[in-house]
Each structure stands twice: as C-alpha cells, then as structure tokens.
T-cell receptor, first 114, second 116 residues
Framework: GENVEQHPSTLSVQEGDSAVIKCTYSDSASNYFPWYKQELGKRPQLIIDIRSNVGEKKDQRIAVTLNKTAKHFSLHITETQPEDSAVYFCAASSLDTGRRALTFGSGTRLQVQP | EPEVTQTPSHQVTQMGQEVILRCVPISNHLYFYWYRQILGQKVEFLVSFYNNEISEKSEIFDDQFSVERPDGSNFTLKIRSTKLEDSAMYFC??????????????FGPGTRLTVL
C-alpha cells in the first residue's frame, strides 16, 4: 500500500519568513496530493491540492510543487503570519486505480513567531 | 457554504459497549469516508462508501466496525464492542463526484470517542 513520509515534524519560523514542508510517497500510481491544515481541536481543512498532470500550483501565499520522478511534493508558504500556525498534513491517493482513500503523512506542526 | 456535520461531538463509553457515530455528508456528495485520528497522531483511513456499499477499507476496519447509510442523509459508523485503543477522534468526510479527476474531501468536525 501507499506510504507517505513527511518532514519536518515541527517547524518554527519568524513572521514574514517562508516555510517549506516536504513529503515523499511510495506508490507511483498516486496522482492526487492534497494538503490539509488542522488547527487545535478542529477538522482538517483542505488548503491546496495538486494532480500529477501539473508540476506546480499556487494560491496566493501558498504553493505546492510535485516531482513525480522523485515521488516528492512540497508545500511552500510565503510571508507567514501567526494565523498560519497549525498542523499541516500532506496526503496522497490514486484516482486511476480506484484508491480514493487518502493516505496521510505524519504532520508538521508549524509555529509562526510574531 | 455547506459542511459535513457529525454527532455527537464527544462520546464517552465503557469498554465492550457499542457506539454509533453519526455523520451528515454534504447533500450532493456521493462518496463518504470515515477516518480516525488518535491524539497527536496522523489521520488514518478506515472505510469509504459509495452507491450503498463499502468501496475500500483499511486493515483497521475489522469485524468490530460497520457502516450504514440508513436514510438519504445520514452515514453512520458502528463499533460493536469498543476497546480502549478505539479512543480517538473520528472524522467523517465526503466527496462530490465519482469521477476519476476529482477527489476533494471535505471533513466534518469530528467525534471524540473516549473508551474507559
């Protein structure tokens, strides 16, 4: 089955700095990669996703890059703000093979220091 | 904006008891999921449901678990005989379409299950 590794487990940045979170996946059939933000005690919220037919996607301060060859994808947050502080999870699934279930990474706790 | 809802928000039960967790997916969604998250750990897939039957399930989803869509709006997860290790936050999620190009999953607020 799919295995998703996520690094780092914790990340502390100063407000205004950039943050990068990296994930690798094992199943080359995976073709959908969402990123979720989870605040303490709340539900995971989808913040951005990418499909394997593109290498990069951007939405304001958030961007995701995908390297299919290396089976690696990353979340980039620019100009971080204190409200970006949360746990971020990457995930993968394979729509073509019918594996719609998301396999999540272990999460990154991002702390943005004011 | 429509959201997935779940009840109860917190369920406390004794080991060996049966619990039913309830979810109301977004109304025009077709795929439904249950995930769980043990405190401080990652979200883990349990089961998905489509067209009134289980579509996928993980090794966690053993004979103690079952799912049902008893009517046109509710989606339930039953744990027959709870164990201490079933204590976790249980999230329901739903997806709009069954097409191969779309899999954005919307999560409910979760039910925190505490087994004593």
């Amino acid at each position: 089955g799919e295995n998703v590794e996520q690094h780092p487990s914790t990340l502390s940045v100063q407000e205004g700095d950039s943050a990068v979170i990296k994930c690798t996946y094992s199943d080359s059939a995976s073709n959908y990669f969402p990123w979720y933000k989870q605040e303490l005690g709340k539900r995971p919220q989808l913040i951005i996703d990418i499909r394997s037919n593109v290498g990069e996607k951007k939405d304001q301060r958030i961007a995701v890059t995908l390297n299919k060859t290396a089976k690696h994808f990353s979340l980039h947050i620019t100009e971080t703000q204190p409200e970006d502080s949360a746990v971020y999870f990457c995930a993968a699934s394979s729509l073509d093979t019918g594996r719609r279930a998301l396999t999540f990474g272990s999460g990154t706790r991002l702390q943005v220091q004011p | 904006e429509p959201e997935v809802t779940q009840t109860p928000s917190h369920q406390v039960t004794q080991m060996g008891q049966e619990v039913i967790l309830r979810c109301v997916p977004i109304s025009n969604h077709l795929y439904f999921y249950w995930y769980r998250q043990i405190l401080g750990q990652k979200v883990e897939f349990l089961v998905s449901f489509y067209n009134n039957e289980i579509s996928e399930k993980s090794e966690i989803f053993d004979d103690q678990f079952s799912v049902e869509r008893p009517d046109g709006s509710n989606f339930t997860l039953k744990i027959r005989s709870t164990k201490l290790e079933d204590s976790a936050m249980y999230f329901c999620a739903s997806t709009k379409t069954s097409g191969s190009s779309y899999n954005e999953q919307f999560f409910g607020p979760g039910t925190r299950l505490t087994v004593l």
